[in-house]
């Protein structure tokens, strides 16, 4: 177990997305700013398996585009999406694999949340400019840290993913995406254990 507010390292990445997504329910995404440090305890992620999972964009195989879920694992994939929306990813597994985890709600120190990745991304002014950094660097000024042990994780399907399978996790009880907090989980989402 990895202490509350300890930088996540280049091992904790170096798993399953699955593995990673779900253990990083509860971390804080960090962002130091000229105002001091910003930060979201993340409520909300998704897992992509890579080139056998249709949903992932290195579906295809490697693009100019999805070039860097390729690399390390704990580097960040940012993409632009509709002329106007940054998401964050963080690259998971073996390099090579293209597996990352989407980074989907977070909640402020306050209690408010930010639901949804572009959301998310403009809550820490997260753009291209961090495509490919690496989040395990003391240098970097964006980060993960690891959160309370022991929060309830639920999973469901992905988000406008037509696979059923529970590649969604988030924290129990505060369901963002597309339903507001606080929404009660729906039959089809399950706890994870």
Known sequence: MIPVGRRLGRRFFARSSPEVARELVGCWLVRRGPGGPMRLELLEVEAYLGESDPASHAHRGPTP???PMYGPAGHAYVYFIYGMHHCLNVVTGPAGE???VLLRAGRRPSG???GG??????????TLAENRLDLCSRSTDLWLEAGAAGQPVASGPRIGVRDPAHLRYYLAGTLTAKRGAGTKARSHESPVL
Do not use: K, S, T
């Open 65 to 67: 585009r999805n070039l």
């Open 117 to 126: 990745p572009a959301l998310l991304c403009r809550a820490l002014g997260v």
């Open 98 to 100: 293209a597996q990352a």
């Open 112 to 114: 408010e949340v930010v």
